[in-house]
């Protein structure tokens, strides 16, 4: 394992890899937490609630304190899947936060459905995990339907070419997006001349289709950031 966290790049692991991640030593104020103690807790969550797990992926940064992770859950809409974000970082860099989000089923695109909202303020002695975690559920729970409302809605919101090329423009050009500048060709090619029959109507829905596959080309933790800065930008336009 400790080759592998030697790699220069976010690293994709399982989630047996991400037991052995080892954990720093806390002090009197500030208690890490185990990456696999943060997933083990949300899938028991997840659990109670009756919801099944059909897939999940994660990724480490190069010295394993920085961690993000894709819970995809069984349930289906709009042909989509949606999910549950996860990241947690155990050197003071980022709070343990989650967010959701959807997969694309026809495709395999991964999307969030908006930013990272923390589940505490820090990782400190008196945080309960459990609790914290299941707050958060709900949370993200109450937010599948108008997350399928909203693709809905892309669906049928036709744009003309000229508005495709301006909001990719924002994307790139004036910085809107969390992403690398060298994407916004593919994104136009993947709008413009689409791989999937699905996506060739003009509409909202296959211009964001557009963003999330030129974003798989990412390494997985730019490819986690970049999804999430995506739909404050579709939500602008």
């Known amino acids: 394992m400790n080759g592998l ?14 037991s052995q991640i080892p954990t720093p030593q806390g002090t009197e104020s500030w208690k890490p937490i185990a ?3 943060v997933v083990q807790a949300i899938v028991e969550s997840l659990s109670y609630r009756h919801i ?8 480490v940064s190069h010295d394993g304190m920085k961690f993000f992770g894709v819970i995809e859950l069984e349930t289906v809409s709009t042909g989509v899947r949606f999910l ?26 991964l999307a969030f459905y908006g930013d ?7 990782h400190s002695k008196h945080f309960n995990l459990k609790d914290s975690l299941a707050v958060g559920i709900d949370q993200m729970q109450r937010s599948f339907k108008p997350m399928a409302d909203q693709i809905d809605q892309w669906q049928e919101s036709r744009i003309t070419d000229e508005e495709a090329r301006l909001i990719i423009y924002r994307a790139f050009i004036e910085d809107t997006l969390d992403a690398p500048k060298h994407l916004a060709r593919k994104v136009h090619e993947f709008y413009f001349d689409p791989m999937m029959q699905e996506f060739a109507p003009r509409t909202k829905w296959s211009l964001h289709n557009g963003f999330t596959s030129a974003f798989k080309q990412l390494d ?3 490819q986690y950031k970049a999804t999430a800065s995506l739909a404050t930008l579709f939500n602008r336009v």
Request: with cysteine; proline share 5%.
């Open 35 to 37: 990456h696999i103690e």
């Open 220 to 222: 997985p933790i730019p």
């Open 5 to 18: 966290l030697a790699d220069n790049s976010a690293l994709r692991i399982t989630r047996d890899q991400l």
């Open 52 to 59: 099944s797990v059909v897939k999940d992926e994660y990724a």
């Open 116 to 122: 990272f909202t923390p589940v505490l303020a820090k």
């Open 84 to 109: 549950l974000g996860v990241r947690n970082a155990n050197d003071k860099s980022m709070r343990l936060a989650m967010t959701v989000g959807f997969r694309v089923l026809i495709c395999s695109n």
